[in-house]
Antibody, heavy 125, light 108 residues
Framework: QVQLVQSGAEVKKPGASVKVSCKAS????????INWVRQATGQGLEWMGW????????GYAQKFQGRVTMTRNTSISTAYMELSSLRSEDTAVYYC??????????????????WGQGTLVTVSS | DIQMTQSPSSLSASVGDRVTITCQAS??????LNWYQQKPGKAPKLLIY???NLETGVPSRFSGSGSGTDFTFTISSLQPEDIATYYC??????????FGQGTKLEIK
């Protein structure tokens, strides 16, 4: 079945970086965008950015520009999200989610599905 | 940037009730609107895409409608397992995706 499996929880100090992985299975990894969404405790969903695993192209929400980097390793069907200069406000659960199907330079939206199980990142001194 | 205003922020209803949640976009987004369900401690789950299309396997008591700036999500007969927080999401314009603030649904 189609699934995304994320790496485990992380505890980081302020100013450090964190890199979360998202391994895809059950479908052709390079045919769908991967999006990253975070959720602070008790708060709503916040979209961070997208990556096209085929081209490596990315797009980031303005709030995270300069601090986030999304990459991939197609040989192991894994996407990565690295967030730098961490602060306490970055404490949240980070999700990857499969986005639109993309082929021949066009993408076809039909919602984020599936989602990874989430990775808790705690930023604390 | 497109803003999504979702209401109400919380809702209490009885089993069997018809429940309606609205989402308003700050500008025309055609039908580029999805709805998600998130249960406590779980990842969100896609229920409705393109404003009114039911995702495969989702019960038919869930439905969505609307276009342009005003959208509605409906549960025709609330079941105990529907207790969750529901989010709308637009995908029309910059930023590429925006979520509504969420609606927490509880049983009365």
């Amino acid at each position: 079945q189609v699934q995304l499996v994320q790496s485990g929880a992380e505890v980081k100090k302020p100013g450090a970086s964190v890199k979360v992985s998202c391994k895809a299975s059950g479908y052709t990894f390079t045919s769908y965008d991967i999006n990253w969404v975070r959720q602070a405790t008790g708060q709503g969903l916040e979209w961070m950015g997208w990556m096209n695993p085929n081209s490596g192209n990315t797009g980031y929400a303005q709030k995270f520009q300069g601090r986030v980097t999304m990459t991939r390793n197609t040989s192991i069907s894994t996407a990565y999200m690295e967030l730098s200069s961490l602060r306490s406000e970055d404490t949240a659960v980070y999700y990857c989610a499969r986005g639109p199907y993309c082929s021949g330079g066009s993408c076809y939206e039909s919602g984020f599905d599936p989602w990874g199980q989430g990775t808790l990142v705690t930023v604390s001194s | 940037d497109i803003q999504m205003t979702q209401s109400p922020s919380s809702l209490s209803a009885s089993v069997g009730d018809r429940v309606t949640i609205t989402c308003q976009a700050s500008q025309d987004i055609s039908n580029y609107l999805n709805w998600y369900q998130q249960k406590p401690g779980k990842a969100p789950k896609l229920l409705i895409y393109d404003a009114s299309n039911l995702e495969t396997g989702v019960p038919s008591r869930f439905s969505g409608s609307g276009s342009g700036t005003d959208f509605t999500f409906t549960i025709s007969s609330l079941q105990p397992e529907d207790i969750a927080t529901y989010y709308c999401q637009q995908y029309d314009n910059l930023p590429r995706y925006t979520f509504g603030q969420g609606t927490k649904l509880e049983i009365k």
